[in-house]
Every structure is written in C-alpha cells, then in structure tokens.
C-alpha cells in the first residue's frame, strides 16, 4: 500500500523457547480449532456432512477473491476493485447469456477475460504511471460500480428482461448454472473445487516456486528486488492481473450461484476478502500475506457464521461474537509474544 | 569478454551526475574509481549494471553498443554488482537463505522449485564463496534479524557466486570492519587472478592503494585522471579534490578536561566483562572494535536504545539511565546512527526536513530560519545538492550521510556519539566533519565510534578498543598505532 | 417488544393446538437480509406468532449476499425442517432450491420472492397496489397538477412492483410532471437520499410534491426540505415506524401520508402460512396483505406517536384474518 | 499499512519546468474547478449560495470522518474501523438520548469520549501488541459492528422504543439535534462550521507546527523519527485516538442529522471517507496524505454527486462518470509526470 511505512517485523518465532513458541504459532489455529470443536459437539447438525459442505460452500466465492487481494498484499499493493470487479463480472455474464443468449463456452472466457483486462489496468496504472495502488483501484472500483449498470439501465439482468421496447430472452444456461450449483460426485459442489485447485496451485507457486519468491521479494524491497534482477514490473502486473481475474472468476461463480444479473452483488465482498487475508496474516504467526492464512481465515469465518446461525443466535449478536473472538486470537497471538 | 562505457551522460534533472566518462576495466584488473562525494561514481556503476539508462554515449559489450533495459540484461552480460546503500543489499520478510539466492530465484537457473528445503544447500554454497558460516536457523530467519554489516556481506557472497565477468563493489566495505574487509580482498584478488575485471569504489585510500592496478578519478562527472600502477596517494587526492585537502588540526598538548560521563562497571552483554570508561570535555574518544565488538551497544546505552544489563552512567555526576531517545536528547546526549537508511533518513522529505528533524525546538514550524541553517550546513559540509528543498534520495550517498551527521551538529549536546559517521563520506567532507566535530568538542564529550582503525588514528584524540562487548584498550591517540590496535581488537 | 407482549389469551389456547404443534415443529427462516427496522420488526412479530404456535424458528441471516442466501436455503433444506420461509431473495436464486425442498416434502412460504411453484405459498405486500394508492392520493393532494419529483432505485422488488403502480398513476394524470428522479439505497439510505434531494430541491423551485415510496427515502427528503426551509412541497411516503411517525407528525413536517403495511403483521402472517400449510390445512398459494394509508392527520388527530399505538388506533393493521384458521391463536 | 513497501516516491515537481510544472501541481485541481465551473454555467441552480451550502453541509461528515483516517494514515497506518466508529456513536447518542433520556450536555461528550476510547485501543493493540493495524481495527470494525446491535437487539433507537416491555421515552432533543441541523447565522449549517473549524485546526498542526512534523517523520521512517527523539509510540497512539475521536464527532453529527438510532448508518462512510483521503494523495501532486487534499478530496466527491444529480444524471451513470472523472484526474496527473 502506499502509506509509507516500516516493514512489518515478523513474528519473532525462532527466539520463544517451548510452551510459548507453541503458543505462537498455533494459538491461533488453536482457538479457532476450539471454536469449531466447540460448534462440533455442541451441536450435532453442524457436524453433518452436509453441513460441512455448505459452510466450505459459502466461503468458496470470498476465498478465491480473497485469495487474489492476497496476492496484490504480497508485492506490496492492495486491490480495492476485487468486490466491484466480481459485482461487474455477475452483470457481464447476464448480459452475455440474457442479452445476447451466447453458450456458456464463451460466456466464461469473456469474463475472465474482463477480469483479466481490468487487473491489467490497474497494474498498467500502478506499474506504469505509478498511480499509488489504493487510488488507481479506487478509482477502478467507482468506474466498475458505475459500469455494471449502465447497459441495463441499473436494473437486475433475468430472463425477460425489456429494454426501449426490446425483450431478451437468453437464459442462464444449465451448464454456466452448474458453475455455481453443480455437485462433482453429486456430493462436493463445484466452487469447493474450484477454490480447493485455485487455493493449492496458488500455496504451490507462492511458497514453493521461485516465482513466488519473486513476488514476496517484490513486496519486501522493490528496489533491492529489481538490482537483483527480478522483473519487478511484470510481477506487479501480474500480481493485479490474478487478483482481476480471480475476482472474476468468484464473479462467475456468484453469477452462477444467484442465477441472475443482481445488482451490487459484489460490494460485500471486498471487505469479507480483506478481512480473509487479514485474519491470514497472523495465522501460523508469519505476518505477513499468504496463501495458506487466507484460506483459513475464510473458513474460520464461514465457520463462525455457519455455527453461530445453527446455534440460533440472534442476528444482532454475531458480528459482536465474531469481533470479541477475532480480538481474543489477536490478544493471544500478539499479547504472548509481547509479554516474552 | 569485456564490459566498457563510451562517452556517457546522465543528468537528473538540473544536475549532471556524468559529463561523459568513458572506461574500460579490463579483465584481470582491479579499476578503483575514486571521487568525492557525488562525483558520479554510483551513477557510472549503475549504468554499468543496467539499473540506469545513459542518456547519451553507449555501454559496450565486447565492443557492441548494447542497450541494457533492465538489470537483468546486465547480469546476463556478466556484470554483477554490489550497491553502495544498505536498502539495496537485502530484502526484508525474505530469510536469509533467500537473499542469498535472491538472483537464481530471479534467473531460474536452478529450476522453478525454491522450497526452503531446496534452498538450504545453494544458500550455503553461496555463503560459502565469501567464507560465511551460517547457522541453518539463522539461514531460515528473517534476513532482518541480521545485523547491517552482515547484510552487506551477504550482499557480495550473493554477486562472487555469479561468477561474472565484471564484478561492481561500490563502497563494499562501507560496513564492514579490518577483518572482515581483508577477507573480501583476498576474495577479490583471487578473482583477479581468474582473469574477472572488478571495479572498486571506495573512499578509504589505503584499500585503493592495497588492491588497485589502476585508479580513475573523478570530478563532477567527469573522469580526470587515470593512474596505473605504481601511484601515489598524493596525486589521487590531488586529482580528487582539486587541491590537496588540510590535514586536520589535532591540537598539540592534548588536554582533557573534567569527565562528563562515567560508565562504571558496565557489562555490554550479559556474560561479557564490566569495565569502567569516563568520557571527557574537550576530547575526541575514537571507540574501535570487530563488528560485534558492541560499539553500537555502548553508543544505544547511553542514547537509551538498549539499556546496560549491568552498570550505571552518570552524566555530569548525576545518574542517568535513559529508557527512550527522547529522555536521552533531553540529557543533552545526541547519537548519529550507523545505519542511515534505516535508522535516520526520512524518504520522500527535503534536505531541510530531514536535516531539522531533531532540530525543532518551537512549537511552529519556521520554514525561513530552517533554511537558512540548512544552507549554512550545505557549505559548511559541502554537501552536493540542488538546494534545501531538494528531496534526499536525490543525494549521493555521501552527501546523504553529510545531512545525517549535520542533523547533530545542528543542535548543541553534551555528549555526541557518532556511530560509524564517515560510511561513505569521502576523504575532503571527513576532514570538514571532523573538525566540525572538533569544534563542538569545546562544551561536550565526543565519541567517534568506527570498525576503521585508520578513521579513529585519523580524528581521535584517544582511543579506546572493545573486544566482546569490554575494554580491552584504553590510549591517547598520539601513543597508538595501527598494529597496536589491531592486534588489540582480535585479542 | 413493539406489537405488544404475547397476549394471555396466546398461551392458553397452546392446549389446543394440533397435536404435531403441541410436540413441537421446528421452522427454518432464511432470510436475505435481517438489519434494519422493517426486518426487525418483521421477526419480532415472526417469533411472537412462532411462540404462540410453539414453534421453533431456526433463523439465518444472509446479509444481503445472494450466494450466501442460496446457501443457508441449502443447509436449511438438508436439516428438514418441518416448513421453510424465505423471507426476500432474488427469484432465480432461491426458486430452484424452493422446488428442491417442495420435492423433499417441505412446506415453503415464501415472502417478496417471485415464485411459481403451486405448492408454495406467496406472501406479498399489495406493493403495486400501495404505488397506486399512494400514487393517487399525491394527485389529489397537489390538485391533479405540478411538478413532481420521484425517489426510484430499480432493482428491489417491493420498489419496482410500487413504481408500476405510480406509472399507472402517472399515465392517468398527463397533467402531473415527473421532473426529477433521484434515490440512493445504501447503508445510510436516508442520509444519501437526502444529499441528492437537497440537490433536486434546489434545481426545481416549482416542485410541489415528492413521492418517495420508501420510509427511509421519505425521510431523507423530509431532512432536506428542512434544512432548506421549504414548507410547500409535500411528501408522500411509504411504509411506517415508529420514528417515521415521529417525523411525520413533527410540526410542520412535509410528509402528509404514507402507505403501509405492519411489518410485524407480516411477519406473522408469514408464519402463520407455515403453520396452515404444515399442518395440511387450506391457503391460497398468493396471499396478499393489503396496505393502509395513514394521513398526517390521521395521526394528528388521535396523537399517535408510536407504531404500538398506531396498532391501537388502527386495527385494520393488523390483518388478523389473512391466513389463519380456528386453531391458531390470534395475536 | 502493514502490507511492506516501498515509500511512495513524492512526484518531483522541483524538476519539471514550466508548464508541466503547473499541470502536475495543479492539474487535478484544474480538472476538478472545470467540472465544477460546468456545473455553474449550465445549471444556475447549482451556483446558488443555497446549493453551495447544502454541498458543503453534505460531505462535511465524510470530511471530519476523513480527516480522522488521513491522521491515521500520516503516521504510516490505516483506521478500518472510522465507518464503524461513526456508526456505533450514533447508536450511542440515541441510546443515551431515548433510553437514558440524557440531555444533550451529557451526551456529547460521552460519544466523543466513547471514539477516544476506540481510538486509544485501536492504538494501544497496535503500538503495545504490535497487531498489524488493518488487522486490529478490523478487529475493531466486527465489534463495534456488533455492539451497537446488543442494546436494542437490532432495532434502530428512537422515542417510543420498546424493548422487554419498557417504553423508552427520550427524545432527540433539539439542542442535539441542531449539531446537525442548525445554522449560524440563520445560514450556514452548523456541520459546516465544524467541518471548517477541523479541517483548519488540522491543516495548522499538521502543516505549521511541530507536531505536525512529528506525525508525518514517524510515517515516514518510524525507526528514524524514534532515534531523532520522537516518541513515536505516543505519536501513533495519539494519531489513532485523534482518528477514533474525529469518527465520533461525524457520527454525532450523523445522529443529529437523522434524528434516530439508525442501524447500519455508519457503515458507507468508510469507503468514502478513504475515498476522500486516496484523492487528497494526488491532489496538489504531493503524494501522501495530507488535509488539505483530504478536504479537496471531499468537495470534489460531494460537487460530483450533487452536479449530476441537478443535471438529474439517471442515478446508475453517476457511479460511472465520478469513476471516470477521477481516473481522467490520475492519467492527468500521473501520465504527464510519466511522459516527462
Ligand atoms: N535519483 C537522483 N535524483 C537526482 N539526483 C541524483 C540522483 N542520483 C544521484 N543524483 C546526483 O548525481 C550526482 C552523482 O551522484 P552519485 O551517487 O553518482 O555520486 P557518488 O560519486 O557515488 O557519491 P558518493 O561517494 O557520495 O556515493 C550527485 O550530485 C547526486 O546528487
Ligand atoms: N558476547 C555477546 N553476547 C551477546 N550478544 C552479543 C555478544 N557479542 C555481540 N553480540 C550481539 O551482536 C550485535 C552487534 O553488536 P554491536 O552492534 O554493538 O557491535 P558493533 O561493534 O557496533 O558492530 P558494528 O560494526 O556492526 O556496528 C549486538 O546487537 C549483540 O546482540
Ligand atoms: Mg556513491
Ligand atoms: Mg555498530
């Protein structure tokens, strides 16, 4: 981001002796293990197949666009366009199949294609002309919010949809409906898969591959990065153009998933994915972006929205319990590393 | 199998940083480049390696023009280099395995896997190049935990284990003390004798005159005078500076007055040796040592950045135990950092902000008195700038260190600490530091600390050696020599 | 709560309740979205009437995300209540799943869905019948003819099925001139509202009425002709609560009517929908509650200040006789 | 932010000669007095004194609120939770308005007192505990998201709650509510001469004095700012708390304007208050935050919504031209930065 700022100091694990490097490193995984151990034997319905499903379910759109905020986090940036970028992306794919009736198999390159083009500005914008990161995408957020409604006129995109006297009758096909409702095996729902592939090809590169390497480097020390060689330019680009594209790929799916061109649906999600990779930062004490932090912090999420409701608590106290709870793993987290 | 530079020129903005220089290291030799600060000897070597672009004249690869886009295009031509500022050595949330690594990571000339473990054995067979013994804890750590000289070495160990063609240091041995400087040449020698061209840039004449088959000088951008083998040091400050720079004035008769501050029973470390040492008015103490040798951790004690595990200070007969700089300042005791980058240089502000930060007494700003002080330290110190308002990145990296030093000058103390000033600070503007120094040592005690014997002989008026965190000499300036010292530290 | 305690009479008449209602019947309402008043109100009266059936009413919420919505119909569906209510949703969302869960034998009630599902019962709101109502007597009010500005944001569907009957209205009127339309749905929909109806207030000087089918539109125009000291243009709202019957009878207030259902009415007739239709008994597949104009004076007149005695005052309200049976107490 | 990074290179306007010089430094205003002189000219409406007021009455809580996050920014950080912290204290006032029936007196300072303990353990989590500060006032977001739902189980606060059976019978009382709907002089609303008062005594501590440098040394390096003999912990703490207590006094000022407690109410002003500061980056080519610009920034935002909707604009265009206004803004003024 680009508030000029000290590198964050990482959790120092190496020095803590014992208990307390445990502690360290999973207290947070602990107590969201607790949580859901919790959940589990409390109540039994949570603890159902189904269940389990439906929580993995409904964290599967904000992990994948979580998953590419990560990636803007980790060479330093930021994408605020990720929500405005999937809402875009519902409404692109309900014109394509409602306006115009094209098949599924153009539908979705089109509109990772749209993803890809808009991550590609905002990198062309921060690399390029080097607008700072949260302004160019803020501005990309109001252009893609602004975008989305006019071929519609601000209205939702469904079947039967009239326009200056002109009917469409394109319909979201069974196949692009798939995307979102389909069950592999007829148990595992299809966004479980996608974000499962997205979320390990995604750990493998960026821990286990130079090249994320080379976008931690980046993130580190820009200029250090460049001096030794690293195209710093082409990973920044890069960087905003997977975070585009799997913002518009959580666009397909939520498309799929509601089943119409819905207004707005993707603002809610810049923040739930923030919060994701944030929550990422501290699990397993690396503080630092990653991949594998995000996806747990969009299923700790899930799970505490999934077990709050199956335990009936009014809607009013949830995101209290949610905050006292993501409070209390940062106390623990951070407090025992202080008190050493 | 050469790498040269025709006619080239590079100016930013107003300033000419290089009128152009043409230059060609052959290979098997050692080309010292020396200047004064800002003389456009780190712009020269950042062409060279492709991290800037000449605006006119033209890099030549065997020869051909060749244009490099990026660094990259540089290192694939052989060019490796070695940065002068600390910031472009390391790069933070990395381990340290990776830094070392950090341009096969970049190449992929080990393959697209780099997990940890995969890393581990090519980390160590680069820091193996530069003799560094790293822990594999130490090697899987944050690169931050490392302290700046460290970096620095794992800085050149990443380069040598290129094997290039032409190897750039550039103040190499800024942050580094005797012996550790004296591995790197032995290193460089060697690559000397494999037929590799080194370009060496570096402030401190004895290195120059140790390693160098030939010596360019260069003056505002342009190359004066070149001297091959056999030189002497005379007429390489000659050509530098334009006159032959004023030895400094130690004043004959040294005489110390009243202790300022007593240090009794001081342990630096948990387990090291207490010692007592007074500091006194009117009298330069030059504090050497190995890298580790707790200089910096005496220097923090007293400026309240990492309290004594053991001992008190007193400072004036009153005991002193500051717990934050702030309390520290307003004992009157001022501390220049080691590590300018990091711990001293606000980024993105001017000379004038970054020179008054600690200056700034009253509660509104005023911009005009600022000003005018600043200037006054502009010439004092010479430093090369376009002019107060100029942003300090703008700065060579001399004339940065000029402001960071200036910024304590500014400001009257009882007791100044300098923690290695001279990093990068060319022959002329050490000289104006020093009697700076000297002047302000009227009303206040002076500590100079260094890793360079030289430096300390040079401006000190006694001379006190740390070795494991304790005193291991305690001698007038005037009774020391070189060896002594020497010795001393590696007892 | 703010429709009055469960009445006495509620927990005597449990002896008589069906049997499967005596042992219990768990209830699942998936909603799209649960803040704000009329949700709030909406299940307040929801779980009075749950209560009074001995229902268990297992609720989520899905913060206006659709996928999220989908989803807990899911999850509600796989824990087999013995009858669901969807509470809002988008048709194409929730409709398969709807049909899902009729096949799995559920009992569906939906309200503010578009469905089509015989088996299922729809709940609504006369929403196009309260655009007319309101539509006219805006009409009437300003003397047939003028300048009107109009707060419309398309895309919800209680606000399009008002906005066909405001363009009945419209059609009918050819002497009345829309010459702004302006809104803003957000978090904070009146305090935007009210930013483009100071705007619209200051570009049409001749504006003699806003309709403003939504309380949270209303209000915020009624802030902005405040704070513009303009006491010639009436509002025409829609919807009521107890802080917008503050601000309608607050002296000199602009807004001279509203349009509107209970919420909490609806909330119990939602439920008890369920409890007919679980219980196999007869219901129409469309139930429609039907709005009240409430006047200004109205309330003036009877100093009403809370919704709790608008109830009093105004018992046709509470529409007791939509959906219901002997067996289900009144409440 | 806790993201590493590169500092943000000032744009070097020292260089440029000229007119460019001119373009870079006062392109974006230039662009922002066109649009509004289009305004002017062809809608008399909008330049009259009526609308100018009502502009300025329309952003001055975004304004305040905004101020509040680019202090929060100066000092190298990020305050997520200022929407939240608005939101909250509107609650706050109605519950101490309607349900503890307090007078205004009494109420004032609780709410301003209330942000300052938000701010203060925003800034206690980041300084002490040395939890990332997107992560902490995340944290924070949730809960306070959460509290201000526990006192009315979820209901909007106004005279005639009833909540368990108990009537509540306070009233937004009218010296409240002029925080929000007064005017001075009969003419200019009260907000605005808050807004005014702020925006003022921020711009001359942070711009004239030595506070100001302070603040804006410890964003700069923070380990430099503490060895020049900052106190840079108190510094950020007290950024945090001046953020925390600017949130409050918008949210009263929200309240007053409403004249409930309207759930949710705080939420919008996050974005746009963030808005307002990332358009303050650019604004005079300084490239960091700063009040000036941050106040810019949010008459700019507030003339766009209130021109378009004058030139009665359909509302879903409106997104879409502040979106490509502001992105015409960055090209201009970090394209020809570029070109240069
Ligand atoms: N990025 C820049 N912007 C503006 N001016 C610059 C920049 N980099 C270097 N300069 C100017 O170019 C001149 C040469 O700088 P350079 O860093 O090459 O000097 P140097 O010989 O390496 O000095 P030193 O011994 O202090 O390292 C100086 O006057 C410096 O101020
Ligand atoms: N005997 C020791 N016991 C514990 N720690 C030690 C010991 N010797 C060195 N260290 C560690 O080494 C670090 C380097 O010490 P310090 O910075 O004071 O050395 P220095 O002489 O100033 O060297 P430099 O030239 O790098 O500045 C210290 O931070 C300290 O933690
Ligand atoms: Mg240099
Ligand atoms: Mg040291």
Redesign the interface.
Known sequence: ??????????IEV?AAPGVERLILRYGLLALFAGVTVYFAVTEP?FR?F??IV?IL??IS?VGIIGLGVTIS??V???DLSIGANAGFTVMLCAICLVMFAWPTIAVVPVALLGGLLIGALNGA?IV?????D???T??????????Q??PS????I?TGLVLDGTEYTGV?TDAFLYL??GRLFGEIPFPIIIFAVVAIVLWVVM????????F??V?????????????VDRVRMIAYIISGVLASLGGI??AA????G????GS??LLDA??AA??G??VLAV???NILGTTIGAVFLGIM??GL?IK?F???????????V??VA??LT??V??LR | MTVALREVAKSFGSTQALRGVSLEPAAGEVLAVVGANGAGKSTLNKILSGALAPDTGEVLVDGEPTRFHSPLDARRAGVETVHQHASEWTIPGLSTAENLTLDRLASGEDGAWASPRRLLPRARAVAEGLGLHLSDATLLDDVTRLGVSERQLIAVARSLAQQPRLLILDEPTSALSTAEAERLFDVVRKLREQGVAILYVSHRLGEVDALADRVAVMRDGQLVATFAKPFTREDVVNAMLGELAEEIQRPSGHVAGEAIVRIEGARLFAHSEPFDLDLKEGEVLGLTGLIGAGKSELLGALFGLSPLPEGTITLDGRPIRPQHPAEAIGHGVHLVPEDRAAQALIPGWSVRGNATLALVRRFFTQAGNERRRVIDLIRDLRVRTAGPEAPIESLSGGNQQKVVVGRWLLKPARVLALDEPFRGVDLGARRDIAAKVRELSAGAAIVVASADVDEVLEVADRIVVLSHGSVVQDVLAADASREALTLAMNA | SDEGTATPAATEQAAQLPEKFQAGVEVALVRQLASGDFFQQWLLGAEEQAKALNIDLRISDARNNNDQHATDLQRAIDSKPDAIIVDHGLATTVNPLIDDAVKAGIPVVVFDVENDNPEVVEIQQSDEEAGTRIGEELVKGIGGEGEVGYVYVPGFAPLDRRNRGWDEVKKANSAIKEVAQFGEVSDSTANDTQEQANAVITANPELKAVLAPYDEFAKGVVNALEAANKTDVKVYGADISTPDIGVMTKEGSPWVATIATDPANVGRVAVRAAALKLNGDPIDTDVLVPPSLITQDFLRENSVKTLEDLRAKLPELNTQDTATADWIPKS
């Open positions: 981001m680009s508030t000029q700022e000290q590198p964050a100091r990482p190496g319905s159902s189904n269940n439906s379910q409904s759109i986090m980790v330093g940036g930021f914008l390029r002309l080097r607008v700072p949260l302004l160019a803020l501005g990309m957020l109001f252009v893609l919010q602004g975008v409604l006019l006129e601000g209205q939702s469904s979201f979102g409702r821990e286990r591959t130079r090249w994320g390497r080379q931690y480097a993130g580190g020390n820009l200029e250090a990065a460049r001096l030794a060689g690293i195209r799916i939520l998933r509601i089943g119409e819905d207004v707005g649906a809610p999600f923030v919060a944030l929550v930062y501290a503080n630092r972006p929205l999934n409701t009936n009014p809607y009013y106290t949830q995101d209290f319990v949610k905050g006292v993501l409070m940062l106390l951070f407090g590393r202080k």
